[in-house]
């Protein structure tokens, strides 16, 4: 499965940003998403994860109340709205999938997703 991350750009503190993503396949519904970000010499984090059945959610409490992670079946994308944005959100942003063939825990660490986009890069100024 290949990812297309966009929707990043320069943004002031307090503006809001819609990232996007889109696999090249379906996503089946005992599938996961996320998102993840990493910022010049930090390790990549994760921001927000999600089942497509859309029953499991994870944030990361830096985002939590801001952010929101969001998939639309039928256009079989998955988005995140990123609200009040600070200027330690500048990162670039990546989404990836996790495929499994039944219903898991959701999976929240990077290491766990196999699929991965190039990434879109969100820059706050303060």
């Known amino acids: 499965v290949q990812l297309q991350a966009s929707g990043g750009g320069l943004v002031q503190a307090g503006e809001s940003l819609r990232l996007s993503c889109e696999p090249s396949?379906?996503?089946?519904?005992?599938?996961?998403v996320g998102w993840f970000r990493q910022a010049p010499g930090k390790e990549r984090e994760t921001v927000a994860a999600?089942?497509?059945?859309?029953?499991?959610?994870y944030y990361a409490d830096s985002v939590k109340g801001r952010f929101k992670i969001s998939r639309d079946n039928a256009k079989n994308m998955v988005y995140l709205q990123m609200n009040s944005l600070k200027p330690e959100d500048t990162a670039v942003y990546y989404c990836?999938?996790?495929?499994?063939?039944?219903?898991?825990?959701?999976?929240?660490?990077?290491?766990?997703?196999?699929?991965w986009g190039q990434g879109t890069l969100v820059t706050v100024s303060s």
């Open positions: 396949a379906p996503i089946l519904s005992n599938w996961h």
């Open positions: 990836a999938v996790r495929q499994e063939r039944s219903r898991t825990p959701l999976a929240t660490s990077s290491a766990q997703f196999g699929f």
């Open positions: 999600m089942s497509w059945r859309g029953e499991m959610t």
